[in-house]
């Protein structure tokens, strides 16, 4: 397939790498431009574009920026994108962290779908669930043991199953989140988010999510990531997610 990937930071670079290993051609973007992202694009075996380059003529685009950076891309980006080809929110709203406050999202409304509005254009939600870490170097072949899961979540089946086709590709198992509008069971700090679950645990963990619980938990994370010292391991880090919803 053809996959344009806007943002190239943990989470949007290390999916050009393994799509790009996977066989895939690859096109990468940023927004300082064609430029900035070259040397990662050579690197990393992928064609360095613009943001326009990166969704024209691609079969799939993957959204992989902080959410304040969407308001800076060209309005009409998608407007000669056919509406079949998927595209894919990785993104996380983190108000005490990184993000500006959003006043809709503060009120309670869903993150991505909250980006769908913004970009104009159904999305899916994936790959938001899951540490870069685990992402780069934790995926396994179909059928193996403890193989680890990644939610898919949004209202197109067909975009749905090209996502979660992709997921199974680079080594995880896709579990089906349900629509755009259940995909806050996969924000952060919700049971799902970020504790590498194999397929069945992701599920009951989604199951298990609880509607205005995650952001209480999710705004103590820089005190509880703090508490972890200057260096915590990967470990240390997927423990400290499990803690905050432990499942039963």
């Known amino acids: 397939m053809k996959i344009g990937i806007i943002g190239v930071g943990n989470i949007g670079g290390t999916l050009a790498r393994k799509l790009t290993s996977a066989g895939h051609e690859v096109r990468v973007a940023n927004s300082k431009g064609v430029d900035d992202v070259k040397p990662f694009a ?45 595209v894919v929110d990785t993104s996380n709203y983190y108000p005490r962290m990184r993000d500006p406050q959003i006043a809709d999202l503060d009120a309670g409304e869903v993150e991505s779908v909250w980006v769908s509005k913004q970009l104009g254009r159904p ?3 994936a790959f938001n669930n899951i540490l870069a870490e685990s992402l780069s170097e934790l995926g396994r072949p179909e059928g193996a043991a403890g193989r680890l899961a990644v939610a898919v979540a949004g209202d197109d089946a067909a975009a749905k199953q090209v ?26 700090s919700t049971p799902a988010y970020c504790c590498d679950y194999p397929a069945a645990t992701m599920r009951k963990a989604l199951g ?19 508490a972890l010292g200057p260096n915590p391991t990967h470990a240390d880090v997927v423990a400290m997610n499990r803690s905050l919803n432990p499942l039963t």
């Open 42 to 86: 050579d690197e990393a075996g992928a064609t360095a574009v613009d943001v326009r380059g990166a969704v024209s003529g691609a079969d799939l685009v993957i959204m992989s920026i902080p959410l304040p950076a969407l308001g800076k891309l060209p309005k009409d980006l998608f407007k000669y994108v056919p509406g079949s080809v998927p």
């Open 123 to 125: 999305i899916i939600k």
């Open 163 to 188: 996502v979660m086709g992709i997921v199974n590709e680079i080594g995880f198992d896709p579990v089906d989140a349900g629509s755009l509008a259940e995909s806050w069971r996969q924000q952060p």
């Open 208 to 226: 298990a999510a609880v509607k205005g619980e995650a952001p209480k938990k999710r705004d103590q994370l820089p005190d509880k990531m703090g």
